[in-house]
Every structure is written in structure tokens, then in C-alpha cells.
């Protein structure tokens, strides 16, 4: 079945520690997503690629950034972790765009 | 700015008890209201996508439906398998999803 796939499910990393979250699809969508979703909040976008270009949110900290290297992966990196990043990260995809979103299980993070 | 709010924030009902679940929106330029179910640690599965004033959308025990500026989700006699949170966004001009906070949904037997 074409999916979206998020690894790891569970990630913990030590307080500004690097960390990578990693999205791959089978779809093959055009456009991929970074949402993060904190408890009990709606998922706020972080940024997207419209194939390869980049579109960064206004309100993104410089703390986080995102690559592509082709159609099918598409990872999260936050440089420096703090405790408010503390969240689940989804990841999504869609075709140009139109008729909403595919999204991966997520990847809950938790800072310690 | 695009906003999208949810109520109530939390529903509990008893096994077959029908209810609705609210979705009100601000927006310029709708191009599609979008519901999603979540399960707990779960990425949002999607459900209907409704595009003008007046369509309504069914699925075994949910229909949803759209006007001008809200969005209902009707829930005909729930059962305990459809505890979640049910999350709605709209998609304006650009594209972009924004999504409301969501109802926590819980059904008992």
C-alpha cells in the first residue's frame, strides 16, 4: 500500500543535542509537510517543499530546518533541542497541493 | 488570518447517543474543509473533504455537512470504536492546511 512513513516512532534526545526525524512516501506527492502537534493542540505547520523548493512559515524558529534530497525522503532537523520542543512531528504529503493531506504515524519527541 | 475553531473542546457519550461535533472558520477563499480523525499517538486519518456551502459527505456513522461558516460532523449512534479526536481544517488560497484544536471524542459502552 502507498503510505507515508515516519521513523523513528519515539525518539528521545538530551537537551541541545542534534536531532533528525526522517519522512519517506510511496505516493509520490510533490509536496511534503512538517507539522508539529504539542498535547491537546492543532498541528501548527513548520514548512513544506513544493518539489524542490523550499517554503519556511514566518513564525519557524531558526532552531529548525528541513532537507530534501529527493521525492520520496524528506527529514526534520532541530539543531539545538529544547524542552519546549517537546511534541509529535508529522509528516505529510499531497499531490500539488490539491484534496488535502496523506500523513505519516508521527514521531513523538520528548527532550530530557 | 485563517482560523479554525472547534467545539466543544471534549464530548462523552453513551454508546449509541447521537450528537455533532462544531467546526467554525474564518477564511478568505476557501478551496476545501478537510476532517480528520486521530487515534492517540497517531498520525490524522482523513475522512472528508467538503468544497462548497450545502455538500455533505457520509461514512458509515458520520455525515458531515458545510455552510458558509461552519462545518458540522454528525455522529449517528456512536459506538466505542469511535473514540478519537476529530480534527478540522480548512485550505485556503496557497494551499496551506490549517487546522482547529480538535474534539476529544469519547464513546462508552
Known amino acids: 500500500d502507498a503510505m507515508v512513513i515516519q521513523n523513528p516512532r519515539y525518539q528521545v534526545t538530551q537537551f541541545g543535542k542534534p536531532v533528525t526525524l526522517s519522512c519517506s512516501q510511496t505516493l509520490n506527492h510533490n509536496v511534503m509537510y512538517w507539522y508539529q502537534q504539542k498535547s491537546s493542540q492543532a498541528p501548527k505547520l513548520l514548512f513544506h517543499?513544493?518539489?524542490?523548493?523550499?517554503?519556511n512559515e514566518a513564525d519557524t524558529p531558526d532552531n529548525f530546518q528541513s532537507r530534501r534530497p529527493n521525492t520520496s525522503f524528506c527529514f526534520l532537523d532541530i539543531r539545538s533541542p529544547g524542552l519546549g520542543d517537546a511534541a509529535m512531528y508529522l509528516c505529510?504529503?499531497?499531490?500539488?497541493?490539491?484534496?488535502?493531506?496523506?500523513f505519516g504515524s508521527g514521531t513523538r519527541l520528548t527532550v530530557v | 488570518e485563517d482560523q479554525v475553531t472547534q467545539s466543544p473542546e471534549a464530548l462523552r457519550l453513551q454508546e449509541g447517543e447521537s450528537s455533532s461535533l462544531n467546526c467554525s472558520y474564518t477564511?478568505?477563499?476557501?478551496?476545501?474543509l478537510f476532517w480528520y480523525r486521530q487515534d492517540p499517538g497517531k498520525g490524522p486519518e482523513f475522512l472528508f473533504t467538503l468544497y462548497s456551502a450545502g455538500e455533505e459527505k457520509e461514512k458509515e456513522r458520520l455525515k458531515a455537512t458545510l455552510t458558509k461558516k461552519e462545518s458540522f460532523l454528525h455522529i449517528t449512534a456512536p459506538k466505542p470504536e469511535d473514540s478519537a479526536t476529530y480534527l478540522c481544517a480548512v485550505q485556503a488560497y496557497g494551499n496551506k492546511l490549517v487546522f482547529g484544536a480538535g474534539t476529544i471524542l469519547r464513546v462508552k459502552s
Open positions: 477564511v478568505s477563499g476557501l478551496r476545501g
Open positions: 517543499y513544493y518539489d524542490k523548493d523550499f517554503n
Open positions: 505529510a504529503t499531497s499531490r500539488s497541493g490539491e484534496h488535502g493531506y496523506t
